[in-house]
Structure formats: C-alpha cells, structure tokens
C-alpha cells in the first residue's frame, strides 16, 4: 500500500515539476530572446510550437534533466556526441543501442536551434570528423535557471519524502 502511495505522489510531483519548469523556460526565453509575446518554443505544452519542441523531445519528465545535464557536461568541457553519452553514465544514464543515442543527438540540434549551445566540426586526429558542441552565454544562463529549479524541486522532494518517512 505505502509503494503504490509512494508511486503516486512521485506522478503528482513531476507534474507540479514540469509546471513550474515551464514557467521557468518562458522566463528565459523571454530574457535571452526578448520574446514578451506569443508562443514560446522553450515552453512545452502551451500552443503548437511548445508541443512541437515537446514532441521532438520525447515528452515526458524526463526531457528536462536530460537537457539540464547535457548543458552541463558541455559547460564541463566541450564535447562530441559520443563522448557526452559516454559522460552520461555518471548520472546513471545508460544507452543500448543507435536507437536511444537518438534522443541525445535530437536535444542537442534543440540546444543549438535555440542558442544555448553551438557546434564545430573538429578535423584533427584519426577518425572521421566529429561535431564538437561548446555552451554559449546563453546556456550558461539557461543551465543557472535550471540549476536553482532544480534546487527549487530537490527542496520539495526531500520535505515529501522526509514526511512520507514520519508515516507509520
């Protein structure tokens, strides 16, 4: 009985999550594009260009971490594809097979469609060419936001799970 309570209030608390993220994207988006009006296309859900960007994205909860992390990882150090899957691991993110490296590669044209990140082919060393992604000020600022939401959320988990641990 308690797992399946558990269950449902994690559901109810990535919705008021993805809610409140979504407030957060149109802020940004507002202070780096100027944008004060119509539809954001970094606010998932509202109005045919946010269900677009959601679409291509995956939809669900998920689609924000893995955006969040992968700003990060190129803050970190600038990277190619592979390298930042590989990098993926360490949030316990794992891959199997071309078809989930997919996901990855549609966030990063998203990232780089909206001016967070930007790419360049590195020619050097042995191998084919490969597209080297490095953040830009503006994903910095958008990696901020999404850190202190982040924080913002961790704060509301660690108080539900906290009571949820009170209960006998």
Known sequence: MQEGLAEAWEEVLVEVWVE??????????????GNTGGVSVLNPGRGRQGRKWQERIGGGANWWLMEGILLL?????????????????????????????????????????????????????????????????????????????AATFKSTLDKFTKRCDEIE
């Open 20 to 33: 409140v993220w979504e407030e957060v994207r149109v802020e940004v988006w507002e202070e780096v594009d």
């Open 73 to 149: 990882l190129i803050a970190e150090k600038p990277s190619h594809g592979y390298e930042l899957m590989h990098r993926l691991t360490d949030f316990g993110m794992h891959f199997q097979g071309v078809g989930q490296m997919g996901n990855v590669y549609r966030i990063l044209s998203e990232l780089e469609m909206l001016g967070f990140i930007r790419s360049s082919w590195n020619t050097f060393g042995v191998g084919p060419a490969r597209k080297v992604y490095e953040i830009t000020p503006e994903g910095k600022l958008h990696l901020k936001q999404i850190s202190q939401s």
